[in-house]
Structures are given as structure tokens and as C-alpha cells.
């Protein structure tokens, strides 16, 4: 008794401490999973509105599908509707550029708008994503979302990833799969 009483006082003691020396990741990259694997911050931000448009540099029918996809994911979130098309400037542009890998993407956020480049439509949609991510911290529905600047280029780290879902012992419900399925992108 008094041994597992020593254990546990000794436990709750180490709990308390701090010994790693790694500093604190920047506040952005707390609110992407997968985290990236590079996250540097800048400065100022950027205001996305109702009126910000969506934009894909290059005509593609996966640059368009990808934008459809984004768009709807803040409208059911935020409740924002991204006008798609227009000027580049002060949107938030996809491009597709060639040199990178296949499902990597660089997300940069300035005061002047938002960049994803990606080279094919896998690397869009995660960068797509990881910025849904930045703007859906809070799920309300708001008139504006100010990001911060921030650079961030990521790939996946692993050929080969999945998530469980086992239907088999417990049952949920076709709403549950539906959402589970549009976390697991």
C-alpha cells in the first residue's frame, strides 16, 4: 500500500515537470493535423470575406474541383460563399506548378492573399484542407476570418496512410461516415 501510494506521489511529481528543451511550435501550426513539416510565421494577416474570391491560376478540371470542394467546406463551416474567379489579387489563388512532388503543397499566407501550389490535385486539396483547417479554428458562422501570415510546405511523410473505422462492432450512423470520411482528407 505504501509503495503504490510512494508511485503515485512520485508520478503526479514527474507530471509536473518540464525537461524537454524544444521550443514551443508556432501558434498555426497547432490547429493542422497532420502537423506540416515546416510552419514559419510573418507578418501581418489576411482578411477572407464573402466578397474574397477563389481562384485557380490555370484552367484544370482539378484546380476547379478542388476550389468547388474548398468553397463548400467554408460555406458548411463558416458560412462564408468564396465568389470563385476573378483578379488573383487579394484572393485566395491554386496553382498547380510542376517540380514538386505528388501530393506535396506550399501554403503561403500574406497581407496581399493566399497561395497554394501544388503540382497534381492531391497536393491541392491537402493544402486546401490544411488552410480550411486555419480558418475553421472556431466553427461559427462569421462575416469575416483574419489569418495570420504564415509559409508553410508540407508532404506526406508516409507512402501509405489510413484510419480505422469499424462499423462492424459499433454502428454509426451514414451522417458519422460521411463526416468521418471528410476528416480523414
Not at 142 to 150: E, K, R, T, Y
Amino acid at each position: 500500500m505504501k509503495t503504490g501510494f510512494a508511485a503515485l506521489i512520485l508520478t503526479a511529481g514527474l507530471l509536473g515537470c518540464q525537461t524537454s528543451s524544444v521550443p514551443p511550435a508556432p501558434p498555426v501550426a497547432t490547429s493542422i493535423i497532420p502537423a506540416p513539416a515546416s510552419v514559419t510565421g510573418g507578418q501581418g494577416h489576411f482578411t477572407v470575406t464573402a466578397g474574397t474570391g477563389l481562384v485557380c491560376a490555370q484552367a484544370s478540371a482539378d484546380c476547379d474541383w478542388v476550389a468547388g470542394y474548398f468553397a463548400g467546406l467554408v460555406k458548411s463551416a463558416r458560412g462564408l460563399q468564396l465568389s470563385t474567379g476573378g483578379s488573383p489579387r487579394g484572393a485566395i489563388l491554386l496553382r498547380q506548378s510542376d517540380g514538386m512532388a505528388p501530393e506535396a503543397y506550399r501554403l503561403d499566407v500574406t497581407p496581399d492573399g493566399v497561395t497554394i501550389t501544388a503540382s497534381s490535385r492531391a497536393g491541392l486539396l491537402y493544402g486546401a484542407v490544411s488552410l480550411w483547417q486555419l480558418m475553421t479554428e472556431r466553427e461559427s458562422v462569421v462575416a469575416s476570418i483574419d489569418l495570420a501570415s504564415v509559409h508553410i510546405t508540407d508532404s506526406p511523410r508516409f507512402a501509405m496512410r489510413g484510419l480505422m473505422l469499424d462499423s462492424a462492432r459499433h454502428f454509426q450512423s451514414a451522417a458519422f461516415v460521411k463526416s468521418f470520411i471528410d476528416a480523414m482528407s
